[in-house]
């Protein structure tokens, strides 16, 4: 099996034994750019899409299972982003966004959370085919940063100690989403009972220090390699572990046939009430921003 490259797109698992740590660090450059060439987005929204595309790798390399999907979603009340949503399946990430641009533009070039979402909530959620389990957290869009929203998650939802770090920068006219994940349990990766996790373990401030000292710069570097970036933080540990590394792509999986398929499920009466002054079925992506039209002849009759 051939090995993964450590700059670029991929995500890697750590851990520390003897602090009762482990974490993830990503990097994305080609998949945001890939994400981003669906739309049109202004540069603020952009520079959103890429901290939550990074986010979300950083959840989804959580996953134990290869099924295992995980979904980001910020909804608002009142703010300049309506809709955020992101998705990590088999390595594959997607995501869009929709948002007012008159707002934005009279925000000005660097709108703060609150301005961008108002008053709004951010929704994990974990799925597990193959254990026919599903776990969601909700927390409020709260602090200066999806950074601190996702700390707020795992404090508030999993009462797990945790630090994450998201930096985003665009050399060269490409867009680089770098992010790293720490957190302790008290029995190592496994774990035992999380909400009974001492928040206050002698073991996690000093995690916590040395990889808060990561720099946005060294995440967002793509000659950097992931694994020596982790030697910088963490070389003066007795045992550091890298775990299986990820890589990432852009994936959307709105290809005809499964829209046919869908389609197909729904009675012949509401298939009918779905037909548009053209004469013809139409489905969007909003990931993708693909158009998909089809006509009632190509399903069979019941």
Excluded at 56 to 68: C, N, R, V
Excluded at 134 to 158: K, M
Excluded at 213 to 230: C, I, Y
Excluded at 248 to 269: Q, W
């Amino acid at each position: 099996m051939p090995s993964v490259q450590l700059n670029t797109d991929v995500a890697l698992g750590v851990a520390i034994p003897a602090r009762n740590a482990r974490g993830r660090i990503a990097r994305l450059t080609g998949v945001v750019d890939a994400v981003l060439s669906s739309h049109n987005y202004p540069p603020v929204i952009e520079r959103l899409m890429a901290e939550a595309l990074v986010l979300t790798a950083l959840f989804g390399s959580l996953l134990k299972e290869a099924e295992g999907q995980v979904t980001l979603q910020a909804q608002t009340e009142n703010g300049i982003v309506d809709l955020m949503v992101c998705d990590y399946l088999r390595g594959e990430l997607r995501g869009y966004i929709r948002h007012d641009p008159e707002r934005l533009a009279e925000a000005g070039p660097n709108p703060s959370l609150f301005a961008l979402f108002g008053k709004g909530y951010l929704a994990i959620t974990f799925d597990h085919p193959v254990m026919n389990e599903r776990y969601q957290g909700i927390v409020p869009l709260e602090g200066d940063s999806l950074a601190q929203a996702a700390q707020n998650f795992f404090a508030q939802s999993e009462q797990i100690p945790s630090l994450v770090r998201l930096a985003v920068d665009k050399r060269d006219g490409q867009w680089v989403a770098g992010g790293l994940l720490f957190q302790h349990l008290p029995e190592g990766e496994e774990g035992r009972d999380r909400l009974h996790t001492r928040l206050d373990h002698p073991d996690w401030p000093h995690v916590a220090v040395l990889a808060g000292s990561v720099k946005a710069e060294e995440l967002t570097d793509p000659a950097l390699p992931l694994d020596d970036l982790l030697w910088r933080l963490f070389h003066e540990e007795d045992e550091v572990r890298t775990l299986n590394a990820v890589q990432l792509t852009r994936g959307c999986r709105c290809d005809p046939g499964y829209v046919r398929s869908v389609i197909a499920r729904f009675p012949p009466d509401e298939r009918e009430a779905m037909v548009g002054e053209d004469g013809l079925i139409r489905v969007d992506c909003e990931f993708c921003s693909s158009s998909f039209s089809m006509s009632l002849n190509e399903f069979s009759v019941d």
